[in-house]
């Protein structure tokens, strides 16, 4: 018995399909009174139709936790390289589009 191995400690095995990931800059979270359900999206400018790239469904508890986990990291992370600023036309009306018409890259 290997007693320097943390009990915790859990293996995590990714396939190579899974591995690539899918790009994604919208998503859409709903809910219901047992789970909640986020579509990852990928969304182009002129794009008619967006495909939903995945779906992940997780308990409440579970993405309460996800929530305080992504607050952390997102922490850290503006401590190493600065504080992330959301991006907004300079020019909204440029387009044909006001910053109303612009979609909020993580939907409820």
Same mark, same amino acid.
């Given at each position: 018995m290997d007693n320097n191995k943390? !009990?915790?400690?859990i293996k995590i095995d990714i396939?190579?399909?899974?591995?690539g990931g899918v790009y994604s800059n919208l998503a859409v979270i709903s809910h219901s009174p047992n789970e909640f359900f986020v579509d990852f999206i990928a969304m182009a400018p002129n794009m008619g139709q967006a495909r939903v790239q995945s779906r992940v469904i997780m308990?409440?508890?579970?993405m !309460?936790?996800?929530m305080f986990t992504l607050r952390d990291n997102i922490a850290k992370y503006e401590k190493t390289?600065?504080?992330i600023k959301q991006k907004r036309p300079i020019n909204p009306g440029s387009n044909g589009n006001g910053p109303d018409d612009l979609p909020h890259p993580f939907m409820a």
């Open positions: 943390p !009990k915790n400690e396939s190579p399909e899974i591995a308990s409440p508890e579970n !309460k936790t996800l390289f600065g504080e």
